[in-house]
């Protein structure tokens, strides 16, 4: 089993869900609101704001690096999974622009089911894992 946990832009997280949907993977989880920045310096939006001339965001660019506000993604897959799932992020959520996301891969020891206290190891999740590829 894995855990593919990929960092997105906040507009894309509708369009990922609906993609992965599609894809057979219906379980993940999605966070509503992480920060953090790559190589990046500055917030783009404040930016954008800066561009459009706006007082304030202009008053908040400054040298330092600025957190920039994402969407976190995870889904455990089966370890057949994993490539498919990577494959619908970036294809959904590639714009050839700084920002885009991350991608990580993990390994998932163990999974067990809450509601009936069945527990999988392994890379395939056993019973635990629905064919689709994600928890139940």
Do not use: C
């Not at 509503?32 to 007082?55: C, F, S, T, W």
């Not at 494959?87 to 714009?95: E, L, S």
């Amino acid at each position: 089993m894995k855990e593919v946990m990929a960092v997105i832009r906040m507009n894309k997280i509708n369009d990922t869900k609906r993609a992965l949907n599609e894809a057979g993977i219906s379980s993940f989880t999605a966070t509503g609101r992480v920060q953090g920045r790559g190589k990046g310096m500055v917030d783009y939006n404040i930016l954008h704001g800066a561009e459009e001339g706006a007082p304030e965001a202009i008053d908040q660019l400054g040298e330092g690096p600025r957190l920039v506000p994402k969407r976190l993604i995870t889904v455990v897959v089966s370890d057949e999974w994993v490539e498919k799932t990577v494959a619908t992020i970036i294809k959904t959520n590639q714009t050839g622009s700084s920002g885009d996301g991350k991608i990580f891969v993990l390994p998932i020891l163990e999974a067990t089911r809450v509601r009936t206290g069945e527990t999988a190891e392994g890379p395939s999740g056993g019973n635990v894992l629905d064919s689709s590829g994600g928890l139940e």
